[in-house]
């Protein structure tokens, strides 16, 4: 009757000020851990003797935290994993959810200074590692990427039904929060540059891409990935269409020339799509 | 290559009045509206040809709410879905969402009123109609129902390693956000009041269970629902252990009789299961 | 050069268990405090030995919240509120917000549980205690109160320049979210009955006025609560007015009989004022 | 009674893309309106004759968004602000509020992009226009500036009580969002350059200072901003103390060497003072 289980703890958060000299470098961090495993007696019986508290787990990122390296945050959730696997018989499969914020250093008289800091966009990198047994399963994304097209964006020749009252376009605002996660082929990366290469690549692709449509963009942002950052095996992306609604002017009689928008919030379009090498 | 693609609308606002002499109902709805089918072309081609705009989904939502009731959201709910699914044969599957918002009816002189509500509770009622081809699917749940019993909640006897600080506890607050879903074994069902004795279920087995972790209760309230509610075939349930942590009064000298407790946002444990008849 | 200075400590949450047998009762409250005083010089020295930290405020509401009553914010206002002025010949002016935050019982087999809990509603009752020298002021208020009223809601006959183009309409939803706060002539008020007095004159105001805006009808709630409520010697409202646009289905060949409406969040009409007996 | 009134419109989201050749300009703004005057009569009597609807407010912004420029944020408040004032003779005092959100542009080859964007940081540019009869003020700020430093933070010597159990620390994180608004001696402005004037003093005052308390370094931000940047008359921060909490390590028999922090929410100190030259 009890066909899934798993508990963990969300929102473990973390700021690690690594301090060489007068320079300092600063890791914002939000840890999740999550176990599946021989736990069923915890929630059938109330049996709590095989079961490491979520507390221990917060305690453990603090620890391990402190012990060793988080500014790859891919190989900290690695070491994560590894020693909560080591550890607990019971444990089949865990996963390590974690989110680095940004924050850039604020500029003092030209320079960059080496002990304070500001935090920098409104985008998330993320990722994931996920272990169960031997097999060890690395991938990394991006979230809340917040970006815009003042051109090339057209949507136009679709199916109409008689509830279709939206006119073709050929030059309309694209606007979208995207998020993205991938998964890496193997563990042999050097997840910095890899992280940074497919950000990169996603933002010129957004940039220069003849769009017809969201699906159209998002599915040639994938194969940009794929076809350019050599360790990334898989994509997905998620593209909410934040519509930027073109105000009709006319009833004061002004015309629109294509410049003044509202955003909105909702609805919204959601565009989705998963691809592979 | 492209493994996996979905399109459709999210964040359909509509309040519907219903008008019977002076007695007016009020439904408030958020509408998410999803497609799989045959559209890769418009992802690899821009080939817009067989998509319905998102546009159209969120039109077809109004008119099919003008033309018929929605005070049960699922069988609104399945009314789209066969509209989507009989007008477009690119459509293999589409699911749709709803969120129900709760409002009451103000009391005047006590009497509650006919035309005037007042937003009710911070939880939601929710519903997944997913049909494709031939299969429907219906489910339904709430979220954000939050909840605290402040007697018969223990922690204790759980594993502890060298990290573990937390303390056995035998009474301690117990709160949390709790989301459930569940499944019906078919369409023949009440959804109202199946809804509500899933609801009412749910809550006083939170409130009469001896419980010895949060495991132990969600796994009591799952089976509870399965034992007492006949058309419910399976169910999920996540409950977020919202910490209340007790004060330390003992560095001013005073005692905290399991009094005086700070509720924390993050982190939190996270505890889930899915149960089936 | 430095004109006006405070400093304090804000949201401080607390929960307390009053335990009386098997029933239990819950006070769920955030609490804020802020002093002004003779601080000048912790601002232009770096002077703190006049400065009670902000950690201690905390402690000082954990402490006494221990030690006394908590169920009507107002005395609990007032106690923290003497306790900051005796002890610090600096402070001049204190002042103590709380949020009370509500929750109400379970009901199992008919009856409210004791101990066990489930929040209530989006609203929440605050209060403001303000202390200088020898004046005490007490104000109370409510916050996020969510309603809605289907008839007797109208706008017309309002001023018109070229960039009008809202119609008249004698038939319009009316939604808020009203916060209002109010101030006492005296202490010697019953808080929680003079506050529940205060809010369902406001609520069966809403409902029954016949409004010809959200102006007359805040102003008439207003009114209502000084005619009403003995203690009450000035009220504030305001009132966002959130908008719930008519579809117009007329595009797909329907009719919108005042029936199917888009709730919206931005942009939104706010509407306040004052009024003293 | 009736002592203060005031209505108007929240919220008005407006994006305007202005395009010179392959270079667009973005501006995203969220305007706010808010009219005081002789409209005693609407809150009384439901005359809404002298009332210019908030739905033509919002027409406005678009209308003269669309004639004008919107580059200034301070600019294009005076030009509302006019326009009302204008038209209007029931207005006595009318207020513009103005939130710019940071676009920079995607680098696309090491060249920014002409028509792609991406949203950046999560501070916003803030301005406020006051217009009452010939009277104009014009303000800026900035909120939301998130920074943290990790040298030259201390606290100490404060006062103690009974309650107090914050430990002196010489070196600690100091992280704030903060919230800074100015007043402009006269509108003689070259508003964009004395805005990022201001940011950058702020920023670097920050950086530099040898702080011994929040109050002290806000404090040295204020007076550097009136000190360096001449057109600014008055300045007003609020800085609230993002704590960042040492993990107590000791527990598993490790040291933290002032590394590793919990940043929290809430409670969270809060710390505001007002500079005139």
Known sequence: ?????????????????????????????????????????????????????????????????????????????????????????????????????????????????????IRQGTETRTCTVDVGGKKQMVGAGVTDLTILKSSRSAFAGFLRDEYTTLPDTTDRLLATSLSATWKYADLDVDFGPAWRAVRSTLLETFAEHDSKSVQHTLHEMAKAVLDSVGPVSAIRIVMPNKHHLQVDLSRFGLENRNEIFVPTDEPYGLIEASLVR
Chains 1, 2, 3, 4 share one sequence.
């Open 1 to 117: 009757m009890l066909v899934e289980n798993a508990y963990g703890k969300s929102r473990v958060r973390l700021v690690k000020v690594s301090r060489r000299g007068d320079r300092h470098d600063l890791s914002d961090l939000t840890v999740g851990i999550r176990f599946e495993g021989d736990y069923d007696a915890s929630y059938t019986e109330g049996d709590n003797s095989g079961v490491l508290p979520t507390d221990t787990m917060k305690n453990t990122v603090y620890a391990l935290a402190a012990a060793g390296e988080v500014a790859d945050p891919e190989l900290f959730g690695l070491h994560l994993a590894a020693h909560f696997q080591q550890r607990n018989p019971r444990l089949q499969r865990v996963r390590i959810d974690i989110d680095q914020h940004h924050w850039g250093r604020i500029p003092v008289g030209g320079r960059d200074h080496g002990q304070a800091f």
